[in-house]
């Protein structure tokens, strides 16, 4: 089955700087890859997603890149600020499969 | 944006006994899954609700620990039986809308303290 692994586990950036977060998946023909945002005590909201015929999309400071070659696609976040603390979860949908595959988490601090 | 009513959303129990945990959906949706969150864990997928039928569920959970009812497209149930304090965790309901394949939308979650 699909494997997705997500790096760093913990990431502490200063106000306004940018935060990346990565994961990788094991499954070529994974095609739909959403990233979640949790904020403690919270439900998970997906905040960003992307298909595999594109290979990013933003949505204000927040962006997605997939490079399907390398199996491998990141969360980009500009202009950090207090309230992006949260544990983020990248996921991974395989071909023919009607389940995702989360990553592990991240655990973002901002700090101010 | 898509409204999940989870119930209860916190809950102590004592070892032994049993929880249903309650989800309903404000529309139709195609897919109905509870998962897991350990403390500070991921997101483990439990099983997918089945409309009518029997839940499908994942490697190392089974019907009789976690059985699950889906009666119509909107309203489905778990039960975590015989608890011990290792259920203790949070259940999320999640559901899939016909219109986007793979986005889920999560309810607010349950949260089981087991004694």
């Known amino acids: 089955g699909e494997n997705v692994e997500q790096h760093p586990s913990t990431l502490s950036v200063q106000e306004g700087d940018s935060a990346v977060i990565k994961c990788t998946y094991s499954?070529?023909?994974?095609?739909?890859f959403p990233w979640y945002k949790q904020e403690l005590g919270k439900r998970p909201q997906l905040i960003i997603d992307i298909r595999s015929n594109v290979g990013e999309k933003k949505d204000q400071r927040i962006a997605v890149t997939l490079n399907k070659t390398a199996k491998h696609f990141s969360l980009h976040i500009t202009e950090t600020q207090p309230e992006d603390s949260a544990v983020y979860f990248c996921?991974?949908?395989?071909?023919?499969?009607?389940?995702?595959?989360f990553g592990k988490g991240t655990k973002l601090s901002v700090i101010p | 944006s898509a409204v999940i009513s989870q119930k209860p959303s916190r809950d102590i129990c004592q070892r032994g006994t049993s929880l249903t945990i309650q989800c309903q959906v404000d529309?139709?949706?195609?897919?109905m899954f509870w998962y897991r969150q350990q403390p500070g864990q991921s997101l483990t997928l439990i099983a997918t609700a089945n409309q009518g039928s029997e839940a499908t569920y994942e490697s190392g959970f089974v019907i009789d620990k976690f059985p699950i009812s889906r009666p119509n497209l909107t309203f489905s149930t778990l039960t975590v039986s015989n608890m011990s304090p290792e259920d203790s965790s949070i259940y999320l309901c999640?559901?899939?809308?016909?219109?986007?394949?793979?986005?889920?939308?999560f309810g607010e979650g349950s949260r089981l303290t087991v004694l």
């Open positions: 529309s139709q949706v195609t897919m």
């Open positions: 499954d070529s023909a994974s095609n739909y």
């Open positions: 999640s559901v899939e809308y016909q219109y986007s394949t793979g986005e889920l939308f």
């Open positions: 996921a991974s949908l395989g071909a023919g499969s009607y389940q995702l595959t």
